[in-house]
Nanobody
Framework: EVQLVESGGGLVQAGGSLRLSCAAS????????IGWFRQGPGKGREGVAS???????YYSDSGKGRFTISKDNGKNTVYLQMNSLKPDDTAVYYC????????????????????WGQGTQVTVSS
């Protein structure tokens, strides 16, 4: 059974940092990419960053330069380090797993990911 469990969300002031974790089990790490997505109030689900099985990383314009995705294969965990947070970053953040070879070039298309966690809330105050 595939399980993805996010943690690390919370309330932070603008300019602050948070590190989200995604503990994944039941997936084949050699085949899967892990993506971070977010959904803000009244908005659609947006891809933020992803990391593929070979360690390649991809970022949306909103995450580039401020967010860093990484993984610890030994712990089966993917991290999203978020710096210089803005109120617009307020959202529920989800991690998702998808087969790398089935993903489009951006690696950030939500419907291409088959397994999802329950999400963790990030709130950035001004």
């Amino acid at each position: 059974e595939v399980q993805l469990v996010e943690s690390g969300g919370g309330l932070v002031q603008a300019g602050g940092s948070l590190r989200l974790s995604c503990a994944a089990s039941g997936i084949t790490w050699d085949d899967n990419a892990i993506g971070w997505f977010r959904q803000g109030p009244g908005k659609g689900r947006e891809g933020v960053a992803s990391i593929t099985n070979d360690g390649s990383t991809y970022y949306s314009d909103s995450g580039k330069g401020r967010f860093t995705i990484s993984k610890d294969n030994g712990k089966n965990t993917v991290y999203l380090q978020m710096n210089s947070l803005k109120p617009d970053d307020t959202a529920v953040y989800y991690c998702a797993a998808g087969i790398s070879t089935f993903l489009s070039s951006s690696r950030l298309v939500a419907y291409e990911y088959g397994y999802w966690g329950q999400g963790t809330q990030v709130t950035v105050s001004s």
